[in-house]
């Protein structure tokens, strides 16, 4: 990060700097580092039991899981081929831009074709620090 501040003129520094030293809200700096550690411990649990414990010959089994697992749970666990729950929208609707149904069902549908890690960072992005932790709780358990 710093060669990459070095490279930009003295004027943009200048710009960026005095917002450093603002104090950012300690409950958004929790909410960061929490995303951080739920991902961190969800890649690790799905790995160690799919790749690991199963030995699954796919690679991504993985992961695929893992946000298939997310979406249960953000859908209270009914089928997403019967529609999404008001707990989906009520998730979505967490980011400003999306506060219609028809807005979310468009935005699933256009997340759905991106990569499952794009989708998971999204879906921890939109869960609160106790939803992720439920996500953690209700993961797969380890053979020890």
Known sequence: MKDFIQKLPDDIILRIIPYT???????LLDDI?????????LFELYHQYWIVDAQSVDP??????????????AN??????????Y???DIFKR???LQRFDAIDK???????KSISIQINIFLGLLT??????IINAAPKLNR
Do not use: C, P, V
């Not at 209270?76 to 729950?85: L, R």
């Not at 935005?107 to 074709?113: H, Q, T």
């Not at 620090?129 to 439920?134: H, L, N, S, Y």
């Open 87 to 89: 707990n989906f929208y």
């Open 129 to 134: 620090i106790k939803e992720r932790k439920d």
């Open 21 to 27: 030293y603002n104090l950012q809200n300690k409950n």
């Open 95 to 97: 980011n400003i831009s």
């Open 76 to 85: 209270n666990y009914k089928a997403t081929m019967y529609g999404f729950t």
């Open 33 to 41: 580092k929490n995303y951080k550690e739920t991902k961190t411990i």
């Open 107 to 113: 935005y699933i549908y256009n997340l759905e074709k």
């Open 60 to 73: 991504d089994e993985d992961i695929g899981w893992l946000i298939n697992d997310i979406f249960a749970y």
